[in-house]
């Protein structure tokens, strides 16, 4: 899946099967990005798609040098499995 990040829209998102997969965030703070929700069509789950989202807007936090507040349990569940990600992660 080619993720894109639709910065208007605030999400990252990728065409599946006819239809769209997406990872949708906030600004709640300067410098701060709270993804909020993740979202992957019933006949395109279970491949990965998730995983790819959740990589693609934990990629774009970091090279902007923002803090994340994983709101949705895929992103925490993602970045528990991928420690490398773990200095994002907003614990003020």
């Known amino acids: 899946m080619n993720v894109i990040h639709d910065e208007d829209d605030l999400r990252f998102y990728g065409e599946v099967e006819g239809d769209e997969a997406e ?9 701060v990005m709270d993804f909020d929700h993740t979202f992957v069509p019933i006949q395109a789950r279970g491949k990965g798609l998730a ?4 990589k693609a807007g934990l990629d774009f936090a970091k090279d902007k040098g923002y803090q994340i507040i994983p709101s949705c349990p ?19």
């Open 23 to 31: 990872l949708t965030y906030t600004y709640p703070d300067d410098k």
């Open 51 to 54: 995983d790819q989202l959740v």
């Open 74 to 92: 895929v992103v925490a569940a993602y970045v528990k499995r991928h420690p490398e990600y773990g200095d994002l992660v907003d614990n003020g």
